[in-house]
């Protein structure tokens, strides 16, 4: 019999970057469909920043830690092998929570089958977590045309779909990243209007050359040194999502964070979500994205790594700013 590779997790993250010592590789035989099953080969895996927080044993987030000894968690995208499923057959193409392994045996729930007319590299850049976290994000800023929106973290997944989301709207979109790569390709690829290098600008002089009118909404995806500056040229009335804070991930002591005063005096409102709150609203998000991407005012980069092993040293990437785009695994 034929096997095939999956990869547990077998020790939380240490402070270390992400690597074998915290995983095992095991080989085992591919299943076959029981009642009511399909069998899922994946062909392509997402890698996302939360996946660390995963590993971690943190027991309050918004989902349980992934168990020492199962399957590291993960969501790809695959070819259904074997169905006795009523809604699926052999050759559907479906995606939803694969996990770190070739195969999957899966009683169907979690999983939807792929849209026609939509590759396997835009379902997953695109119209999974990152596009489905940058509209939810979208939707809790309530951004207004002229106004002024600072994303962070804006040459990502979701930092660049949300970008070019508010710039399709009419706001003027200033993106924060950390590499001078990455400040070109916002700015003269995806048409932001002004770019800050966080590791190597003047954090506050470049924010107010580029912001001189404040900023009206803050897209926050990373935390870091200049989150500080950005809410200090917050307007009156500001909003600010706080989808993700992956310069505290591996940091021992979390930063402070700034004073709440003038949320009172400016009445700004600050929302944090997690998109696990928003599956079942999938429908409706994507019906709000969709159009963006149909008239082509979304465009997206992939990184791709190659073959299952690769996810064990491949987060580190995020942690890094080496990912050129939405990071995959493909198997
Ligand atoms: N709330 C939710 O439900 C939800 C869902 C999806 C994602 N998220 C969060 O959204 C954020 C973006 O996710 P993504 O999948 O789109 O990842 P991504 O932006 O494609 O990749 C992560 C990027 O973070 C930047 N980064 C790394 N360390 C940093 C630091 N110390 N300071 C500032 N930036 C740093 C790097 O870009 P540079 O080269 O520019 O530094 C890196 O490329 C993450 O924080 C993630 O956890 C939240």
């Known amino acids: 019999m034929t096997q095939y590779t999956e990869i547990h997790l077998i020790k939380r993250p240490d402070g270390k970057p992400v690597g074998p010592h915290l995983f095992e590789v095991v080989k085992k035989d591919i299943p076959t469909a029981g009642p009511g099953q399909v069998l899922?080969?994946?062909t392509h895996m997402s890698l996302d920043p939360a996946m660390?927080?995963?590993?971690?044993?943190?027991t309050e987030s918004y989902i349980p830690p992934v168990e020492l000894g199962a399957v590291m968690r993960s969501s790809g995208l695959g070819e259904v092998i074997e169905s006795n499923h009523r809604r699926y057959k052999a050759g559907d193409i479906v995606t939803?929570?694969?996990g770190w392994a070739e195969y999957t045996l899966s009683d169907g729930r979690g999983f939807s089958k792929l849209q026609e007319g939509v590759d396997a590299e835009t379902a997953l850049a695109v119209f999974a977590l990152p596009g489905l976290t940058a509209t939810q994000g979208m939707k809790i800023l309530e951004p207004k045309a002229g106004e002024t929106m600072v994303v962070t973290g804006a040459a990502g997944s979701v930092g660049s779909i949300a970008?070019?989301?508010a710039k399709a709207d009419g706001l003027r979109v200033i993106g924060v990243v950390g590499d001078a790569e990455k400040t070109d390709w916002i700015v003269n690829t995806l048409g932001f209007d002004g770019a800050i290098n966080y590791k190597t600008d003047d954090l506050e002089a470049r924010l107010k050359e580029l912001t001189p009118n404040g900023v009206d909404v803050f897209f926050e995806n990373?935390?870091?040194?200049?989150?500080q500056h950005i809410f200090n040229r917050m307007n009156t009335h500001g909003r600010i999502v706080v989808c993700g804070m992956i310069a505290d991930y591996t940091s021992k002591t979390p930063a402070p964070g700034p004073n709440w005063i003038p949320l009172i005096k400016k009445r700004i409102r600050i929302q944090?979500?997690?998109m696990p709150d928003h599956f079942a609203d999938a429908p409706e998000l994507i019906a709000k994205l969709a159009p963006y991407v149909m008239q082509g005012k979304i465009k997206y980069r992939t990184h791709i790594l190659h073959g299952l092993e690769s996810a064990m040293t491949g987060l580190n990437l995020f942690?890094?700013?080496?990912?050129?785009g939405?990071?995959?695994?493909?198997?």
Do not use: H, R
């Not at 660390?52 to 943190?58: V, Y």
């Open 40 to 42: 899922i080969k994946q």
């Open 52 to 58: 660390l927080g995963w590993m971690s044993p943190d």
């Open 96 to 98: 939803g929570m694969t």
């Open 163 to 165: 970008g070019q989301m």
């Open 222 to 227: 990373t935390g870091g040194a200049i989150q």
């Open 272 to 274: 944090g979500f997690a």
């Open 319 to 324: 942690f890094t700013g080496e990912n050129k």
């Open 326 to 331: 939405k990071l995959i695994v493909k198997l």
